[in-house]
């Protein structure tokens, strides 16, 4: 008798667990497959929410942050994310013509940004600056600007990534516009015979760098810290540029055809918590939009700091991309 209470008790306590289980709710987050990857932030960004939110996280992956805004827009308002993790400031006008974000109502103050911050919408969670990379030990005397880079000849063969998916070749877009204007075209012509390829995303371009394809890679300035920190190796570094360099914001936002508004207003709040600002320094190796007490994270000190910060407005991004984008087509096309 003793024995079939206890077997029915431990019965009704798993059956209790399990249903607590499959009720808990379930936020879906949109990201770029970096992000999510085996060594991206998404993994303890998961672990850390899910302690305070008693729900189940569920990442969504595309390529890359263009990658990411062509599928809301194929998607619309039929979307099953109920936050997005990877914009790009560039693309925040067109991100807000969809028509499928809602007020985050989260508390942004404080920020590390070189730039201030004035936003109902998205939150920017890193930043950094788009730099080339390229192997100190083979290139041992870099360019040191963008036009020493694009008018030599006879310069470094790079690797670069596609404008119309991925965000660090919509910023070398944007970058050529800014320093060249109206000659861009004349100077992507010049740069195409040393140009070995234009890759859906940033994965498959550092990848093709690393396997020694090219000289330099369109990335990060902040990009060197990983090899330095992870692989113990100091011979990748980012060029400087006397021009400056185009500035890189990431963004999150929350959806306005969310099931779950109070957990998706949860989550972009924790975006500038420390839980979410201390995973990206070591895993998306860029600066957090929010510095910890103790200031710039150690593995990211050191990193080339730019003479000056390329930027144009979200909304003339989105008023000229497609002619910039034209402009690019037609030089490299031929």
């Known amino acids: 008798m ?16 399990i249903a607590q289980a499959q009720t808990k709710p379930t936020l879906t987050v949109y990201t770029y497959s970096s992000f999510a990857s085996k060594y991206g932030p998404a993994k303890t960004v998961e672990e850390r929410f899910e302690a ?7 990442w969504i992956t595309a390529e890359d942050a263009g990658s990411l805004l062509g599928r809301l827009r194929l998607e619309g308002q039929n979307t099953k994310a109920d936050a997005v993790v990877g914009l790009d400031m560039n693309l ?12 985050h109502s989260a508390e942004v103050k404080d920020l590390s940004l070189p730039i201030e911050w004035k936003d109902d919408t998205f939150i920017p969670f890193d930043w950094g600056y788009y730099a080339f990379v390229y192997d100190a030990n083979k290139l041992p005397n870099p360019p040191k600007s963008l036009k020493e880079l694009v008018d030599n000849p006879n310069g470094p063969k790079v690797v670069l990534q596609d404008p119309r998916t991925s965000a660090p070749g919509l910023g070398l877009l944007l970058w050529m516009q800014k320093v060249y ?10 740069l195409k ?19 020694g394809e090219a000289d330099m890679v369109m990335s990060y300035t902040t990009s060197p810290a990983y090899h330095i920190v992870a692989e113990k190796k ?15 914001v990431e963004l999150a936002g929350m959806t306005r055809t969310t099931k779950q508004p109070e957990l998706a207003k949860q989550f972009m709040a924790f975006i500038l918590s420390e839980g979410f600002q201390t995973a990206i320094p070591e895993t998306n190796w860029m600066y957090p939009a929010k510095n910890p007490p103790s200031g710039t994270p150690e593995a990211l000190k050191g ?16 008023q000229n991309r497609r002619t910039f984008t034209d402009v690019w087509l037609n030089a490299t096309a031929r």
Not at 181 to 190: D, F, L, R, T, Y
Not at 236 to 247: P, R, S, V, W
């Open 193 to 211: 015979p040393r140009i070995v390829t234009f890759t859906k995303g940033w994965s498959e371009a550092y990848g093709l760098f690393m396997k």
């Open 52 to 58: 305070t939110c008693n729900c189940d996280v569920t």
């Open 2 to 17: 003793y024995r079939r209470l206890l077997l029915t008790f431990v019965s009704l306590g798993l059956a209790t667990g």
């Open 303 to 318: 990193m080339i700091q730019p003479s000056q910060a390329l930027l144009f407005t979200p909304e003339e991004v989105q």
């Open 181 to 190: 204007g109206e000659k861009a075209g004349e100077a992507w012509g010049k």
């Open 234 to 248: 100091d011979n990748y570094k980012a060029a400087a540029f006397t021009e400056g360099h185009y500035l890189h």
């Open 92 to 103: 925040v006008a067109e991100a807000k013509s969809l028509n499928l974000f809602a007020p």
